[in-house]
């Protein structure tokens, strides 16, 4: 599978969860408390970052393809960050970042 991922950074962790679930139809697959969640739905890799002084910004785009191997990364003509992972890749890194979540 091979979905667009997009990760914003937002100034309350909890109320964002809130208004993406509604948004996205479905509780987040993984979410470290004050710091971080993920949506894992049919075509899109949405995460969020508790950062107030960053709130609004686009942290990264790039794709979760399960073929992919390991994890890569590279910028764009744009200055604009953009990743390549598996998901077994991105839960190892969200543990190492962030913590285990208590929901996945």
Request: no cysteine; aromatic share 10%; charged share 15%.
């Amino acid at each position: 599978m091979k979905r667009f991922h997009i990760a914003l950074a937002v100034a309350d962790l909890q109320a964002s969860i809130s208004d993406y679930s509604a948004r996205l139809g479905q509780a987040p697959s993984a979410v470290v408390p004050g710091r971080y969640a993920m949506w894992r739905t049919d075509l899109l890799n949405f995460s969020i970052n508790e950062a107030p002084g960053s709130a609004g910004q686009l942290r990264h785009v790039g794709f979760e393809d399960d073929s992919a191997q390991g994890y890569s990364s590279s910028i764009d003509v744009n200055g604009l960050l953009w990743e390549l992972f598996p998901a077994t890749e991105q839960d190892a890194r969200i543990v190492q970042a962030y913590g285990v979540p208590v929901q996945h």
